[in-house]
């Protein structure tokens, strides 16, 4: 090969070499900002799950009335605060842009029924028991075991 060719060559691995530097640089901050998107939407969707559970067993005991309790284990993605407010069941979420409150209702607003005025209560990360009960001649208590 002559050194006419030999320039030519090593001119065109430095343009792909260019090109797949510009191709890294761009690609791997978008793979970074989807990975982020795809956890976020795990977070939310772990923790709405786990509010509705816990909102349908408020729902389950205010309609079996005084005497009835129920157990529920939910898996919450965050160590959170669950907070009960009238018909809303709250987890907050921490998310890569930042804390995300995720709501779920229930069917009874609780403002005017027996329930306990309930403080925020702390779910660890993973898996919590939580126990809904309405005692004979009580108000509607959540707790976590």
Not at 68 to 90: E, Q
Not at 107 to 125: G, H, M, R, S
Request: with cysteine; net charge neutral.
């Amino acid at each position: 090969m002559n050194s006419k060719g030999q320039i030519v060559s090593v001119e065109y691995i430095l343009i792909i070499a260019l090109l797949f530097f510009i191709l890294v640089y761009v690609m791997i901050p978008m793979i970074g900002k989807s990975i982020d998107a795809s956890m976020d939407i795990s977070k939310v969707s772990d923790a709405k799950v786990a509010a509705q559970e816990i909102a349908h067993a408020l729902d389950v005991v205010y309609s079996n009335g005084p005497g009835a309790k129920r157990t529920v284990t939910v898996y919450v993605p965050d160590t959170t605060n669950l907070t009960v407010s009238g018909n809303n069941v709250t987890l907050q979420v921490t998310c890569s842009d930042g804390p995300h409150n995720v709501t779920t209702f229930t069917q009874y607003n609780f403002t005017n029924i027996p329930l306990t005025n309930v403080p925020p209560i702390q779910l660890n990360k993973g898996w919590n028991t939580v126990v809904v009960e309405w005692p004979i001649g009580g108000s509607i208590t959540i707790s976590k075991v």
